[in-house]
Each structure stands twice: as C-alpha cells, then as structure tokens.
C-alpha cells in the first residue's frame, strides 16, 4: 500500500476536496483506496463526501481500542473507504505512530491511503507527514498559497520526501494574461514536480459537481505513472481564446 | 512560454527571500553555538561563517581568526 500524505501549509487551497475527488478517481480506476481524515478537531472529509451520517466510530475509537479500523471505515463508492476523524477534539492525544499503525493495518487490503492534513506546519502536520511514506502539496496559484506551498515543500525535503504538487482553482484566462505564473514557472521555482493541475469551477458547492478529467489525469499519473496534468490556459489562447477571454472580462 | 511573467518574478523574489531568511536564522544559531565552542579553547577575535550551493546540498564554511589559544599561547610569525 501506497501511503501519501495531502498538505498545503495554508489552509482553504482545496486538500479536503482533492483528496476525496483524488480517492474517487484513483477507485475508479480499480484501487482499494482509504481516505484517512487527520484534521483532528476541524475535520470535514465526511462532510465532503456527504457521508457524516453513517458515521458510527472515528479515528479515537481505533486509537482507544474500542473498535478495529475495520469496523470504523465508511464505504463511499466502490473501492473508496472513508476513515473519519475524531468527533471531539483528540490532537494531542494521536501519535504519528498512531497513525502509522493505523495505516499499517490497512495495507492489506488496500492500495492507497490518501491522508488529508490539517493546514500549518505545526504538530498536526508533523504527526500526518511522519506516518506516510510521500506527499502531494495542493496549493492554488495565488501569492500567497505559494509562498507556504514553497516553506511545506523545503520542510518536506528535510524530511527526506520529494514531494509533488497540485495546483489547485487555475484560471486559464488569468494565467494567459500573465496575472498569475504559469505551471512550468512554478514548478521550476518552488523545484517540485507538479502531477496535478485543476480548473478553477466557478459555483461548484457539491463534489459531484467538480470536473472528473483533472483527478481522472492525477490518478493516471499517479497510479500508472503516465499522461500530463491539464492544461487549462489552453483554450484561451490563439484568436478564439482571446474572445473567449474578452466574454469572460465581461462575465 | 519562454519569456518570464511578473508574477513569476514576484514569486522566485519572495521565494528567494524565505530561503534567505531561512538560511540566515539558521547561521545565527550556528555561529553563537561554534563561537561559545570555539571560545572554550581559544581567543576568538572574529568569526565568519557563510553558506553556498554545493551540488544538491550546502558548503557551509567557518573561517575564525583567533588571537591565542589557551595553553599554547603566540604563535611564531614565520610559522
């Protein structure tokens, strides 16, 4: 089983949510895959998935002994087991070994453990990124989100991880006008390959409402080790792209 | 796209500068600790350290001028 650990640094560049359209995508590809929330006390995959009302153990039961992790994953769609986070607020009391054993009792039966991270680079993060054995940083292409994007990145590099990047609410028009920088100037900048790269979708509120291509191309890459990320500036170049990108001004 | 945006060059700036500061608070920690090292056994007049690139890592180097060192005292010039 492949354990990989979904950071940021900065909080709301969409880790939750790629990592459950991530986990979708990787099942419908054919792997057993478990999303493992480690947000403790802010956590929200369940909400996510829509799935917060079959919720019947957490994470702290595992840890407390009081069911096996087994009896405490949620099935979302075929492949794909959610394993929710704590109810109450349990971070200080949860471990990276914690977590490691966890993941270690799900290597038999699965795949993938997709781990979504709290933001920061605090205690949360360190306990996350100590039990998974590589990373994948979303971040979006906003100053910001870069800057920490490029702290997690170093910080994992000390932790002797190469991680990968997704590049998370890309505006095609913004980035052919130059306002923001482009995949390959990100990639070369904060020196991480990137595996990921999804659309900014203006009014979607539901996970079934985000674009499938983009985390169908990220499993792909990911899982078969093949394809390139999307290219969203794509069609907003050449004579068209220009009046698509006029209407979209006006828009 | 070869040709390099603004906003890319904002970011390798303040991406730059992190790594600057990052290095820096890392040197300062350094240098206290090897000067109160270093001075347990000689007379440290001035103390320089500085990091560059060496391949995928650092060469960190430390260079200390030392007036004396404790029990061996002055030095022969021509030494």
């Known amino acids: 089983m492949k354990s ?3 950071t940021s640094g900065k909080g ?3 880790k939750t949510t790629v990592t459950a359209c991530l986990g979708r995508a990787l099942a419908g590809l054919g792997c057993r895959v478990a999303l493992i929330d480690a947000d403790f006390g802010l956590n929200n995959l369940d909400v996510v998935l829509g799935l917060e009302s079959k919720v019947v153990y957490d994470t702290a039961d595992v840890i ?3 069911c096996r992790v087994r009896q405490a994953l949620v099935e979302d769609v075929r492949n794909l087991y959610l394993l ?3 109810h109450g607020y349990l971070g200080e009391k949860v471990t990276s070994q914690n977590i490691k054993l966890i993941l270690n009792s ?5 795949d993938y453990a997709l781990v979504d991270c709290p933001a920061g680079i605090e205690a949360g993060f360190k306990r996350a990124v100590a039990a998974c054995e590589s990373a994948i940083v979303v971040t979006t292409p906003h100053m910001s989100a870069l800057r920490d994007a490029n702290k997690v990145v170093s910080l994992l590099a000390s932790y002797r991880f190469s991680p990968t990047l997704v590049i998370n609410r890309v505006r095609g028009d913004l980035e052919v006008e130059g306002k923001i920088p482009t995949a390959d100037e990100i990639s ?6 990137i595996d990921g790269i999804i659309p900014e979708t203006d009014g979607a509120f539901d996970l079934g409402e985000m674009p499938k291509k983009p985390f169908e191309l990220l499993a792909r890459r990911l899982h078969l080790g093949v394809g390139e990320p999307l290219d969203p500036a794509a069609e907003y170049r050449g004579i068209r792209g220009y009046f698509k990108r006029r209407a979209r001004r006006v828009k | 796209m070869s040709e390099i945006t603004d906003a890319a060059e904002r970011l390798k700036r303040i991406v730059e500068s992190d790594a600057d500061g990052r290095v ?3 040197l300062r920690v350094a240098q206290s600790d090897v000067r109160a090292v270093l001075c347990e056994l000689m007379d440290v007049s001035r103390l320089d ?4 690139p060496l391949g995928a890592g650092y060469r960190v180097t430390v260079t200390a001028d030392a007036d004396a060192i404790y029990g061996v005292g002055k030095i022969d010039a021509a030494y």
């Open chain 1, 84 to 86: 929710p986070s704590a």
């Open chain 1, 106 to 110: 799900l290597a038999v039966t699965f």
């Open chain 1, 12 to 14: 709301g560049v969409g």
């Open chain 1, 188 to 193: 070369r900048i904060l020196k991480a390959p």
């Open chain 2, 49 to 52: 350290m500085r990091v560059e």
């Open chain 2, 24 to 26: 820096n608070a890392a």
């Open chain 1, 64 to 66: 407390e002994n009081r």
């Open chain 1, 4 to 6: 990989i650990v979904i």
